[in-house]
């Protein structure tokens, strides 16, 4: 059997995005700064993949942990702000 896709076989690739750690030198991953931290954390409050962030291994690797530093003393939520009925 062979497979077949279904759709556009062409694949789309983008520049990649560069870290913005490695490019601003001034920037610092610090759990108390919420402000930046949000940037990486989606709708849902899920932290948001390497792939799609641009940061580099070490960086990503950082902002993670920071991230769930801030959660642990509630500087940021685990779950989006969102009410549901």
Same mark, same amino acid.
């Given at each position: 059997?062979? /497979? @077949?896709?279904? +759709? ?5 690739? &983008?520049? =990649?995005? +560069?870290?913005? /750690? ?13 402000? !930046?931290? =949000?940037? /990486?954390? %989606?709708?849902? +409050?899920?932290? @948001?993949?390497?792939?799609? &962030? ?9 902002? !993670? ?11 940021? %939520? /685990? !779950? %989006?702000?969102?009410? @549901?009925?």
């Amino acid at each position: 059997m062979a /497979f @077949v896709k279904k +759709g556009n076989a062409r694949r789309r690739f &983008s520049r =990649r995005k +560069g870290c913005r /750690f490695c490019a601003d030198n001034t920037l610092k991953i610090d759990y108390k700064e919420v402000r !930046t931290l =949000r940037y /990486f954390i %989606s709708e849902r +409050g899920k932290i @948001v993949p390497r792939r799609i &962030s641009g940061n580099c291994a070490i960086h990503q690797r950082k902002v !993670t942990e920071a991230i769930k530093r801030a959660r642990n003393i509630a500087l940021l %939520s /685990f !779950t %989006s702000n969102k009410m @549901v009925d």
